[in-house]
């Protein structure tokens, strides 16, 4: 074994080691905001909540077993096809979180402005509540193609384990701004994400929607113009709620809408359209108004 790879070793060791700390400290969290919950009897929909944390407990089985590691087999093949190798060091590592954070906010945006994308990405928006369990929150099947946004990190030289660890920091970071306790934060506030940063992005409020896609920094949503603080109260959702507290319908009621939508479609150019085009966009002999059933409102 060659002093390169027992290098590696340890550095994976050492990063695994990281994003367990973070789990448990994100766990903890969460624990603590439901105690202060509950000793000042604080609003909360209970249920939800529990949908939430049955929704967490699905996803950390599956990242476990089998869905864990596709991301890694799927891009393994192109970097080997790639000519540029970057060796993983702590310069490597700064660049590989810079990148996937910019990774991050394109791949967070194409999730609102697609519907096939935003047929799972909605399930983290459709609580009409705001606490740390809604960060749990996810779509089960997001790590089945998540991964493909990852190419253009792999195609310049970064491993791909660097990268997918890169990208899970990033989505891990997020966690804590799940949160009504922490309000403004200043010059914090415009430049990276924070509570108030995020709960723009959750609001359903017209002013809001569309907004604040970073994952760590603003910067990139000031570069791209989609940037917006915290003026007005928050109204948590989808421009139409579901009324579910059913993990089950939670995870497939976008999916379940499209597929009736797709079923109305008279070919497969309006069905293609209909499902990677735009989201709001419907094929001009619908009946129905176009999308108050989503995120979005025309």
């Known amino acids: 074994m060659s002093l390169e790879t027992l290098f590696w070793l340890f550095e994976t060791s050492n990063i695994m080691e990281i994003i367990g700390l973070i789990f448990l400290i994100n766990l903890a969290l969460t624990g603590a ?46 970097s080997w096809l790639t000519p540029f190798d970057m060796p993983m060091n702590w310069i490597t590592w700064i660049l590989a979180l810079i990148a996937a954070d910019f990774t991050y906010y394109w791949m967070h945006r194409l999730e609102h402005e697609h519907r096939i994308l935003w047929a799972s990405h909605s399930i ?23 991964w493909i946004f990852l190419l253009p990190m792999i195609l310049i030289g970064f491993n791909p384990f660097q990268a997918i660890i890169a990208l899970t920091l990033v989505a891990q970071y997020q966690h804590w701004i799940h949160t009504e306790y922490i309000g403004n934060l200043g010059w914090l506030d415009r430049w990276f994400n924070t509570p108030s940063t995020h709960r723009v992005h959750h609001g359903s409020n017209q002013q809001y929607l569309d907004k604040n896609y970073g994952g760590v920094l603003m910067v990139w949503d000031k ?76």
């Open 124 to 146: 983290h928006h459709s609580s009409e509540d705001y606490n740390l369990t809604v960060g749990f929150r996810l779509c089960l099947i997001e790590p089945l193609f998540e």
């Open 223 to 298: 570069l791209f113009g989609t940037y917006e603080p915290e003026a007005e109260q928050v109204i948590y959702g989808l421009t139409r709620n579901i009324d579910t507290n059913n993990p089950i319908t939670i995870n497939t009621s976008e999916f379940t809408r499209l597929w009736h939508d797709l079923q109305k479609c008279r070919g497969w150019q309006d069905k293609l359209r209909l499902a990677f085009g735009g989201l709001t966009w419907r094929p001009a002999y619908f009946t129905a108004s176009p999308p108050d059933d989503t995120h979005k409102t025309p």
């Open 33 to 78: 905001e439901i105690l202060v919950d509950l000793l000042r009897r604080k609003h909360r929909r209970w249920r939800d909540s529990a949908a939430n944390f049955a929704i967490f407990l699905t996803n950390t089985f599956l990242q476990n077993t089998s869905f864990g590691v596709i991301g890694l087999l799927g891009l393994l093949p192109f």
